[in-house]
């Protein structure tokens, strides 16, 4: 088993270069992913090995990046699109929601879009207005779209490929905060063996209460849980890992064992994923649950100036309340 450490970011550049060696019909597009190799360098070196005619640097136009990637994949490509920032994707949405989700529907099963939108998102790294949005409560409430975010190297590496690989169109939600963040990362396991790409998963186990994150606040999550076992409470944390279709058969399992759940998510709390999770808990695990199901999210503003997003994004703290207070009941 060939195991490597790698940041998150290398880990998808990795992926997405294994996606070009495996299929020709794969291209990348977006703004200055080629010779500069992506605002993160996660396209880096990729246009030099693979040809301008498959790593495309694109005008400063989203809606015109999602536009000719809807006429590539009719065609049979498989186009994957960078967004730079997740503030950048909104002149896009017309082209997502009005064409990418429904050009399957609209043609009666006999088209499809296989594309995967790849989006920087969340905060926690300093950056001015537009540049640390949380929008995947947009895209899971369209149907005809389905929308990951992956939270560790390992997990990067391994559904990039899974995403680009499928013959629907993907919203791939990467925690920006988080490309930095190193761990293993198995390059060698074959993709078709690997877990499935619409799956949560239990990444700590617990007994006392139970902790749903996804993307950037999965490590906030751990975390917490670590902080947590210090003082003799275990808590069972679980990367959602899918958005839409919502995977949450451990979910309940969990929360029928804990009786306790903490929704955490870096996005305002109205009508964020942690509403729609939060309401499916109840509805299934009622008669389990010994306190209500707790969100902690972003504040309803807007996302604040740099030098105080750190009392915006939640944190171990908020965590750590949002736990206790699951025990007042």
């Not at 080629?34 to 693979?50: A, C, E």
């Not at 990951?148 to 997990?155: E, I, L, R, W």
């Not at 509805?283 to 503003?301: A, H, K, N, Q």
């Amino acid at each position: 088993m060939a195991t490597e450490t790698l940041t998150l970011g290398k880990a998808l550049n990795t992926g997405l270069r294994r996606a070009l060696e495996n299929d020709p019909k794969v291209v990348i597009m977006g703004e200055d992913v080629g010779k500069l190799g992506g605002v993160f360098r996660i396209t880096d070196g990729l246009q030099k090995d693979f040809g301008d005619q498959r790593v495309i640097d694109t005008p400063l136009a989203e809606s015109g990046i999602i536009g000719t990637a809807v006429g590539l994949a009719i065609r049979g490509f498989r186009p994957v699109c960078e967004i730079q920032f997740d503030g950048f994707v909104y002149p896009a949405y017309d082209q997502i929601v009005s064409q990418v989700a429904k050009m399957h529907y609209r043609s009666q099963g006999k088209v499809r879009i296989p594309m995967v939108i790849r989006i920087p998102f969340g905060g926690g790294i300093g950056a001015v207005e537009h540049h640390s949005e949380s929008p995947e409560a947009y895209f899971a409430h369209t149907a005809g779209l389905k929308v990951v975010s992956c939270a560790n190297p390992q997990d990067a590496y391994v559904m990039i490929q899974q995403a680009i690989a499928s013959d629907d169109p993907i919203v791939f939600l990467e925690p920006k905060r988080r490309y930095w963040e190193k761990g293993p990362v198995d390059l060698e396991a074959p993709i078709a063996d690997a877990y499935p790409l619409h799956s949560a998963r239990v990444v700590r186990p617990g007994t006392d209460a139970t902790v749903l994150a996804y993307g950037p606040m999965v490590r906030t999550a751990l975390d917490a849980a670590t902080a947590a076992a210090e003082d003799g409470r275990e808590l069972e944390v679980i990367d959602l890992r899918t958005l839409s279709p919502l995977d949450l058969t451990a979910v309940y399992e969990s929360v029928r064992r804990t009786g306790r759940c903490v929704v955490v998510h870096e996005a305002p709390g109205n009508l964020g994923l942690g509403s729609e999770i939060a309401a499916r808990i109840t509805e299934e695990c009622f008669y389990s649950l010994e306190s209500p199901v707790l969100r902690v999210t972003g504040f309803d503003t807007p996302y604040p100036a740099a030098r105080v997003e750190e009392e915006y994004l939640p944190d171990l703290d908020r965590v750590l309340d949002a736990v206790d207070r699951t025990f007042g009941w």
